[in-house]
Nanobody, 127 residues
């Protein structure tokens, strides 16, 4: 089991940027899928983006494509989510997850379920 710690959340105005981090307690990631999700009050959890740490391949939900960018520092076991051009509708608790247990095909994001989850970091975007 991997403990994941998210950081980097905060409050920004619309159009601003934030960079979220997801750090693994075990150090460098093995080749696994690491996903970012978000959940706003009263709404279902939504997949945002995924990176496969083996080769760095990334996947994005349509709602964030062109604005959010995933990257990784494999040696540090950290995945980053750079969020630009933020909108009020991006306001949510953001979670990272690692270790895909349910690989799916033909969808925007490649994994439906993960083994390990972080505690989340809040992102608030004001108009």
């Amino acid at each position: 089991q991997v403990q994941l710690v998210e950081s980097g959340g905060g409050s920004v105005q619309a159009g601003g940027s934030l960079r979220l981090s997801c750090a693994a307690s075990t150090g460098p990631f093995k080749p696994v899928h690491v996903g970012w999700f978000r959940q706003a009050p009263g709404k279902e959890r939504e997949g945002v983006a995924t990176i496969y740490t083996g080769d760095g391949h990334t996947y994005y939900a349509t709602s964030v494509k062109g604005r959010f960018t995933l990257s990784q520092d494999r040696a540090k076991g950290t995945v980053y989510l750079q969020m630009n051009s933020l909108k009020p509708e991006d306001t949510a608790m953001y979670y990272c997850a690692a270790g895909c247990r349910n690989r799916v095909w033909g969808r925007e994001l490649p994994c439906a379920e993960y083994d390990d989850w972080g505690q989340g970091t809040q992102v608030t975007v004001s108009p």
